[in-house]
């Protein structure tokens, strides 16, 4: 019997190196296919685009090729660059200030419930009232033109991280809580090394979610105040390559803006991952 249990022992070994093989080479598809695939779909509808324009005839005023509206994305990148960095300061300037207030205001809330029944209606109400109708009361109280587009992105960049953080403060396992009481520690002690890592994640979910809602407040801001010729953003760009049917420039605009949202997402998301990758389960998840 022993000649062939040490022949038969070899099997299996063969069987678990085929099975990790198998897994190894699923995980190299789908890391290839994670950036092939969108590169591939975008190179299709770029090529379908081109082709539309040609076979259709179509005038360059209403839907330019992609290679023009490439040609002037480089031509006019002295202006529309310089517009991109007028609404991202916007952007990120609103950002900062939707994160030190929606954390400080979900810190207040978890500290007292007594704040938080009183006072996150109102934070719901700016979410569900359209920026569109609320600017005309910021264009009667507000002087400056940067500070009107500053507090319209402001709001809508605000009530995720608002809503995540605090989703994220109350969402602490109870017993925890009760452990820290039992070894006397302060509220705030409780706050720091218990509540705050805890709601990390939340956080950092309602900041990916705030970024890119920062960008749309910041152009969309613009729309409204019809701050064309006054203000150098790109959501001017557009607004005046719209009135002379300029639509390469309309065009290369958009894709900044587009480009734009799309780094913004990828930084945060980067971030984190570096906060979390070490300890939470959601990033850990992503490594396997």
């Known amino acids: 019997m022993a000649p062939t249990d040490r022949a038969a022992s070899p099997v299996p070994a063969l069987l678990i190196d085929a099975e990790e093989a198998r897994r190894e080479r699923s995980i190299r598809m789908q890391r290839t296919g994670r950036w092939l695939?969108?590169?591939?779909?975008?190179?299709?509808?770029?090529?379908?685009?081109?082709?539309?324009?040609?076979?259709?005839?179509?005038?360059?005023?209403?839907?330019?090729?992609p290679g023009v509206v490439f040609d002037t994305l480089v031509q006019d990148s002295g202006l529309l660059f310089a517009s991109l960095l007028v609404t991202l300061r916007i952007t990120a300037l609103s950002l900062a200030l939707a994160v030190i207030g929606g954390v400080g205001l979900a810190v207040l809330f978890t500290q007292s419930r007594w704040i938080e029944m009183s006072l996150?209606?109102?934070?719901?109400?700016?979410?569900?009232?359209?920026?569109?109708?609320?600017?005309p009361l910021i264009n009667i109280y507000v002087d400056d033109q940067t500070t009107k587009l500053l507090l319209c992105a402001w709001i809508v960049a605000f009530f995720p991280i608002l809503s995540n953080t605090t989703l994220g403060l109350n969402s602490v396992d109870r017993n925890l809580i009760d452990y820290f009481k039992l070894n006397g520690a302060s509220r705030w002690q409780t706050l720091w090394h218990l509540r705050l890592p805890a709601a990390m994640p939340y956080f950092l979910g309602g900041l990916k979610i705030a970024g890119g809602l920062a960008l749309i407040g910041a152009v969309?801001?613009?729309?409204?105040?019809?701050?064309?010729?006054?203000?150098?953003?790109l959501a001017s760009r557009i607004i005046e390559a719209g009135y002379r049917l300029n639509a390469p420039r309309l065009f290369a605009a958009l894709i900044l803006i587009s480009?734009?949202?799309?780094?913004?997402?990828?930084?945060?998301?980067?971030?984190?991952?570096?906060?979390l990758h070490r300890w939470h389960e959601s990033a850990l998840k992503q490594e396997q």
């Open 37 to 65: 695939l969108p590169l591939l779909i975008m190179v299709a509808a770029l090529v379908l685009w081109d082709r539309l324009c040609v076979w259709n005839d179509i005038p360059q005023y209403i839907l330019p090729r």
């Open 259 to 275: 480009l734009t949202g799309i780094v913004i997402f990828l930084t945060l998301s980067w971030i984190s991952h570096l906060v």
């Open 220 to 233: 969309v801001a613009e729309f409204v105040a019809g701050t064309a010729g006054q203000s150098s953003g």
């Open 120 to 135: 996150f209606p109102f934070a719901i109400v700016l979410q569900v009232t359209p920026i569109v109708a609320i600017f």
